[in-house]
């Protein structure tokens, strides 16, 4: 009887695109609404902590939307209503009593056009650290910028121009910037809106491999339009398509032997 | 009875030459478009063809027009002077103006002249025939000229014709032409200054002008008269615009950086919308109207403020006029830097929040440094309407020329100097009058460096985003 109940439960949760390892982000029935049209129609979502969950899809499937409603960004956006419930380390981040700013320096985002602050290059990155005031100390903040950068493998292009606006430096380097940026608050988790669909191959790899590295101390959710970028560096993929939640599962099969007809036409690229 | 009217007939001749600028247009236009339907490989679009023939037949003659109305006086004197009697031309120039704006008003107050004696009843007679001969010539010739134009320049279109590219070339250089005389116009108003200025000069010292305390421009009619010598001291002028300024300054700029932000960042679009519109009506109000709200009511509330407190306050007072011709300025202000704010790129504004920057260090960090240059321009605007708002300070704060830092008395500015040295009968070459330049001139050096200055703070500190 306990057997065939936990076995409904299984079927459950792989229904619901829930999973059993341990998730750091848990989303249930999420729904986003811009004015009266409706963007995203409750999507269950589970998020691995320290590894890359990719979002594909079409344009305008919504991928980019759900990746907003994670750190609240939508919030923003004045029409733009969220239902249902996003967990992260199980704290309801819609909660009514919820400190979006605080929410907000624990997640770093990466968007999809390089958008360096018009400063130089060590106040891009110590932006962020500044404003919490963690570091009290210049000695502290150099640190911190120069391993930010480090870990974002722009220190050795960078060290001699920190004073350089960060805006004079080049696409893929801004874009790297961008990310030293996200990791010197420390976040948890890393979001990044089609960090690569500006730039060009050279660059998109360098990008590519460093998210491989960072997913050691990173829970990074990336959306992509590029299938083989999402088969590169994400352990799960999740398939948006009109607003609902396709189809998610490990890349390999997602790629491999999707379940859904829909995923396998878009990711053969019969479709889409 | 003819008239000798040159304006009249420039019109005339003008209009001619459009009509043949028409025509032209038409005709050329439909031959390519003939082209066009017999499938001949027209290299240029019709419109191009009209274009080029009607530019051609019209800009040269225009342009004589124009040079023609220039030197209309001389022609004038020309046709006219050899029919005054000798005494007419030895009374002077005004006399011949006399004669001459009879004339062109109308001829039939000749009839005026000849019984004041001005001129004989024959030369008259032969006045108005040259007159008439010249003019046929001359403006029948520049229809001539425009249909001659047209001809030739038709004659030369054809089907292989690159007309699309002459006609580009011919726009270029009238554009060229068009920005060249707002140049010019600055230039010439900038000599003119310096030229009267120079005048005053030579009657009053410029170390008096610019280092004196003392300001009272009266001069004398007479010689024997009391106070016949004036005195022109700028500085009580130049620290009463300084001090009012400054007072309408420390209102706009704070209220309209603020309301500027709070438009471009915290309220909703609706708010926006609705809350814009009227804080720009602030702007259109007539500043007669300002200027008599701040006599009658704000001047007197300030006063009795003061005198709540045990301060001596005049009626008129700099703070007054300061006040309320700040609230006047806080549109400049929070209009053009909601403008400049709203067009920093959102991404920089979605980066800073997602680093978990709250909305105000958002503004103070990234949104105000980006828009700087957009922000000093609107404060500078802001600051040189202040320095030439007259109305305000003479209804509110005096015309006594005081040299004093203290915002409850009375002080006068350069602008409401100006207006009061040139209203009224004066004569034109009198130190009084021509005090008015050289307070324009050293107003407009003062306002340019302001905007160097400024120019170069903003080149230092902007962070220029792409």
Known sequence: MKLNGDLIMDEQKKQNNIRNKKSLIECRGVDVFYGDKQALFGINLDIGEKEVTSLIGPSGCGKSTFLRCINRMNDVIEICKVAGTIKIDNEDIYHPDVDVVELRSRIGMVFQKPNPFPKSVYDNVAYGPKLHGRILHKDDLDAKVEKSLERAGLWSEVKDRLGEPGTSLSGGQQQRLCIARAIAIDPSIILMDEPCSALDPIATAKIEELIDELKDNFTITIVTHSMQQAARVSQRTAFFHLGKLIEVGDTEKIFRSPDHEQTEAYVTGRYG | ?466
């Open chain 2, 1 to 466: 009875m003819w008239r000798i009217d040159i304006n009249t007939d420039l019109l005339i001749s003008l209009s001619l030459i459009i009509v043949s600028g028409l025509l032209s247009f038409t005709l050329a236009k439909q031959r390519a478009v003939f082209y066009l339907r017999n499938n001949e490989p027209l290299r240029s679009m019709p419109i191009y063809h009209g274009l080029y023939v009607s530019l051609w037949s019209t800009l040269l003659p225009i342009f004589l027009i124009i040079f023609l109305l220039f030197f209309k006086d001389s022609y004038l004197n020309y046709l006219v002077i050899p029919f005054l009697s000798e005494e007419t031309i030895d009374l002077g120039i005004d006399e011949i103006l006399y004669v001459k704006s009879f004339l062109i008003n109308n001829i039939s107050s000749l009839s005026t002249l000849i019984s004041s004696g001005f001129i004989s009843e024959g030369d008259a007679n032969l006045l108005v025939e040259k007159y008439q001969e010249t003019r046929v010539i001359s403006f029948s010739s520049l229809v001539l000229l425009s249909i001659i134009l047209s001809f030739v320049s038709y004659k030369k279109l054809s089907v292989r014709y690159d007309a699309r590219r002459r006609v580009e070339r011919i726009l270029k250089f009238i554009f060229f032409v068009f920005s060249t005389i707002a140049v010019l116009t600055t230039v010439g108003i900038i000599f003119s200054l310096i030229f009267e200025t120079l005048r005053f000069f030579s009657q009053v010292g410029f170390f008096d002008f610019v280092f004196g305390t003392h300001w009272s421009p009266q001069t004398a009619i007479r010689e024997d008269q009391v106070g016949s010598s004036g005195s022109f001291g700028a500085i009580p002028l130049f620290t009463g615009t300084l001090l009012i300024t400054a007072v309408a300054m420390s209102i706009a700029a704070p209220l309209g950086l603020y309301s500027a932000i709070f438009l471009s960042q915290y309220a909703k679009p609706k708010t926006r919308d609705f809350l814009k519109p009227i804080l720009e009506i602030l702007a259109g109000i007539p500043t007669v109207v300002y200027g008599f709200f701040a006599a009658l009511t704000v001047g007197p509330f300030v006063r009795s403020c003061g005198e709540y407190i045990g301060l001596t306050v005049a009626t008129e007072s700099a703070l007054a006029a300061g006040l309320v011709m700040g609230v006047m300025i806080i549109p400049y202000v929070s209009s053009l830097s909601d403008d400049v704010m709203t067009a920093v790129p959102l991404s920089l504004r979605d980066g800073s929040l997602a680093l978990g920057a709250t909305k105000a260090e958002t503004v103070k960090k990234v949104i105000i440094p980006a828009a700087l240059p957009g922000i000093v321009s609107a404060l500078l605007l802001a600051i040189s309407r202040a320095i030439g708002e007259t109305m305000i300070v003479v209804m509110a704060a005096g015309l006594a020329a005081n040299l004093t830092a203290n915002p409850l008395s009375a002080v006068t500015t350069v602008t409401v100097q100006i207006v009061t040295l040139l209203v009224g009968d004066q004569e034109f070459d009198s130190a009084k009058t021509l005090a008015a330049f050289a307070l324009g001139l050293m107003l407009f050096v003062i306002t340019l460096a302001l905007n160097v200055f400024a120019m170069i703070i903003v080149r230092r500190y902007r962070e220029r985003y792409e």
